[in-house]
């Protein structure tokens, strides 16, 4: 399976700004994906990211607070933009084959705002 | 879309006991069945999956079965070790979306 890292790790955030977060993989892959992992609780799709075009986004989740970019097969970005305590998550990319369907998480950006 | 139920959200067991987790999910296009294990602080892990052309699948003391009729799948471990303690999501694909995870079950091995 492919090599997923993510940067950062971990952040600390005040109110109000924004964040970006990385997601890098070490060959090409089909789909990137990014989910939201609350405490506690289950994988939310975000986003899928789409090389070479504008993301697609789940019900409950916007562009202009979620932007993400993925310039290449590679690599992709997530900003959580004008951020809130409700922002604090683990934040997770995700990539996948879509011929087979396997998809392989990243280790995650565990993000808090104050 | 896909709906995915996941039951127990939370499952105690002894050492050496057997563990079942179920699944079910709506959409019969569904075909691809994966299991994650996710230990705490870190990234969930495939540990299995299971594709609608079979009924069963196993590895060592992991095992899934899947019952398209009745779209349920289930997640076994046999003989389970204090290291299985984790949460496990199941999920399904079908067809152009990303796969749908059920909210996860939080297994407990007592040793």
């Known amino acids: 399976s492919a090599v997923i890292s993510q940067k950062p790790s971990r952040d600390i955030c005040q109110r109000g700004t924004s964040l970006t977060i990385q997601c890098q993989v070490d060959?090409?892959?089909?789909?990137m994906f990014w989910y939201r992992q609350q405490p506690g609780q289950s994988l939310t799709l975000i986003a899928t990211a789409n090389q070479g075009s504008e993301a697609t986004y789940e019900s409950g989740f916007v562009i202009d607070k979620f932007p993400i970019s993925r310039p290449n097969l590679t690599f992709s970005t997530l900003t959580v933009s004008n951020m809130s305590p409700e922002d604090s998550s683990i934040y997770l990319c995700?990539?996948?084959?879509?011929?087979?369907?396997?998809?392989?998480f990243g280790p995650g950006t565990r993000l808090t705002v104050l | 879309g896909e709906n995915v139920e996941q039951h127990p959200s939370t499952l105690s067991v002894q050492e050496g006991d057997s563990a079942v987790i179920k699944c079910t999910y709506s959409?019969?296009?569904?075909?691809?069945f994966p299991w994650y294990k996710q230990e705490l602080g870190k990234r969930p892990q495939l540990i299995i999956d299971?594709?609608?052309?079979?009924g069963e699948k196993k590895d060592q003391r992991i095992a899934v079965t899947l019952n398209k009729t009745a779209k349920h799948f289930s997640l076994h471990i046999t003989e389970t070790q204090p290291e299985d303690s984790a949460v496990y999501f199941c999920?399904?694909?079908?067809?152009?979306?990303?796969?749908?995870f059920g909210k996860g079950t939080r297994l407990s091995v007592i040793a």
């Open positions: 999920a399904a694909y079908s067809g152009n979306t990303p796969l749908v």
């Open positions: 959409d019969s296009a569904s075909n691809y």
């Open positions: 299971i594709r609608s052309n079979v």
């Open positions: 995700s990539v996948g084959d879509g011929g087979v369907n396997e998809q392989f």
């Open positions: 060959s090409q892959v089909t789909m």
